[in-house]
């Protein structure tokens, strides 16, 4: 049905009306694994029909920097899909939103607040310490029995989004800690981009179990969320804000506060976009660096070395008598390195978030057309056999040059590029360091008795996850009650 493909033109899948390529795609395989595969028969950038959506896939990292960067703003728009429409209002959030003038205003907002609680502050810093230390004492407090890290972690680290964005903490076993936790899981489970509900629109006209559960969470998360806005609102002070909530209340005012700006029908930012972008930034922090944390804590249980390895440049240049600080990071490329391996070997986002191009454009000298879909399969570009030696490997070295110093290969790009660049990058990049580098420095992961060693393999769900595993911890010298 495709007919035989002209000479030049972007090689696709065969593909049939409504269903698509779907009977050529395989049963099983996860899509970022599939595409690697399909990549070996039809070449790094080749095309498929997602129901009735032709879709570019994009495997290699010189044409996804064509379409991350020299071409962004052609392809910086997002496809509108079921799940994530619900989730957003219909786009009323950064990462969902379709490309327009007031999502740039909008994108603006967020990362100007980002920066304002990132690097150049210590504020970001003492909200994870003190994360951090509760986070030591629970982890300490299971003794020498094996136990899943995962909970404690997604509470230390929901601990440090829930201070950015609405300046509260919860102590372990909060009430409102547990409903947050639990709208998130159920979010977590139901969304998974690029499931079916996304990909066959009029399946939304069949509600199945999965999405009525989607939205009795979003229904939760709106209550709280809703809560705190009002509470905001009523105690909004001048000067610096204190947290997102506030900046994004803060920046309303500069675009109209929410009225419609006279003589368009263009709005400002309104209130359900401040409850959006609260909310996705809440997601996205919680979800992306727990995520990270326990595939790097899965992988120094495979590989020892690395950890001795980390922990002998912790005690060189730190020594066990003071804290980690962000001035810190020059001092310990190698733990760097075990960051970038870690986000390189297991991307939490290995298709990236669906792209769509806002014009007529062209890839590798193919002309594309305005509104087609791109996936851009960073999991290939992480694991190109050409560009990474032994890419399966857990290896940080690679992100050494010959002079031991910090080395960026250009096809790691666990942030994606461009336009649609993480806004979270800054903040992840500080929250990994400095959770990893006070984890290590106070204590050390081992496999239990007997225990098996995680397995790296991974389930797809919104974010590549690792499976449950157990770990044992212990403390390091001088460090037994896991705070000084
Ligand atoms: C987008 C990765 C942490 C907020 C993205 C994208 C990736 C990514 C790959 C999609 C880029 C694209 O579609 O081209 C990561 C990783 C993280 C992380 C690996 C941690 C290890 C965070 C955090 C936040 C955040 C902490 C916020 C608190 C966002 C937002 C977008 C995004 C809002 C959408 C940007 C847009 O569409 O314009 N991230 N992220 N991320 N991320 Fe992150
Ligand atoms: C996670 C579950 C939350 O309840 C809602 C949410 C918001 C933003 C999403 C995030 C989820 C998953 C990870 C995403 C993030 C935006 C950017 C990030 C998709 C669905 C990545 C890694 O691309």
Redesign the pocket.
Known sequence: SGGAAARGSIPCLPHLPVLGSLPWLGGGLPPHLLFTQLAYRYGPLFALYLGPHYTLVVNDHQHAREV?LQRGKDFAG?PNMVTTSLLTRGGKD??FSDYSPLWRLH?RL?HNS?TLFGEGTSRLQDIVFSAVDSLCAELLSHGTRGFDPSPAITRAVTNV?CTLVFSSTYSSGDSELQEVIRYNNGIVETIARGGLVDIYPWMKFFPNRSLSKLKECIAVRDRLLSRKLEEHKAALSDGDPRDLLEALLKGQTGSGRGQKTQGSKEEGITDDHVLMTAA??FG??VE??ST?LLWILAYLLHHPEVQERVQKELDENIGCERAVSVSDRGRLPYLDCVINEG?RIR???PV??P?TAMTDSSVGGHAVRRGTRVL?N?WSIHHDPRHWDKPDLFNPDRFLDDQGRRATPSCFL???AG???????L??RL??FLFLSSLLQRMSFKLPDGGSPPNLQGRLGVVLQPLPYKAVVIPRPGWEGGVK
Do not use: D, K, N, Q
């Not at 336009?419 to 990058?425: H, I, N, Q, S």
């Open positions: 991350l997002r950064i990462a994108r967020v980002f989004v996705e930034a996205a922090g992306t660096t990270t986000m991307p939490v986002s990236l978030i792209h851009v960073m666990p942030f994606g336009p649609r660049v993480c806004v979270g990058e903040l992840a929250e990994l």
